[in-house]
């Protein structure tokens, strides 16, 4: 009787563990990338903005640690505003929490390009820009270059 006892609390143990297995691969982020675009840059500009929209629709936060562009150095900014100064912050990681979103947007968090080349960033234009989590891996985002209508 012992015997078959174990068995069943073995099996009872096993299918718990199943299911736990089960809801947490269930439980991973999911990156989305809205209105993704860049500021068309002027001819003697060296830096321009990209702006847009990052949402984890997951159920786990998910933290963006690194972006890249063959066409540019490349970084996540904030602005923020001291004693009426404006002051762009580099963010070297950027959490992004389940059900939430990043908003990329002027005097706030922005991509800065920089040591651009303008006839690169010129209205019209494509730029891909990597985006890597860790987590989600890496996404790459095409970006259009638009004139600065903001």
Not at 66 to 89: P, Q, V
């Given at each position: 009787m012992n015997n078959r006892r174990t068995k069943w609390h073995y099996l009872l143990v096993l299918l718990l563990l199943s299911i736990m297995n089960s809801v947490y691969a269930d439980s991973q982020p999911e990156i989305v990338f809205e209105k993704f675009w860049i500021v068309a840059a002027p001819d003697v500009a060296r830096s321009t903005a990209g702006y847009g929209v990052i949402k984890n629709k997951g159920d786990v936060a998910?933290?963006?640690?690194?972006?890249?562009?063959?066409?540019?150095?490349?970084?996540?900014?904030?602005?923020?505003?001291?004693?009426?100064?404006?002051?762009?912050?580099?963010?070297?990681?950027?959490v992004i929490e389940a059900h939430s979103e990043l908003l990329l947007e002027p005097m706030s968090f922005h991509l800065m390009f920089m040591d651009i080349t303008p006839a690169n960033f010129s209205e019209g234009k494509q730029i891909t820009v990597k985006f890597e989590f860790e987590t989600s891996g890496v996404s790459e985002v095409n970006m259009t270059v638009k004139a600065n209508n903001y």
């Open positions: 998910d933290t963006l640690i690194n972006i890249r562009c063959d066409m540019a150095m490349i970084m996540l900014h904030k602005t923020e505003i001291t004693s009426g100064m404006a002051k762009m912050i580099h963010q070297s990681n950027s």
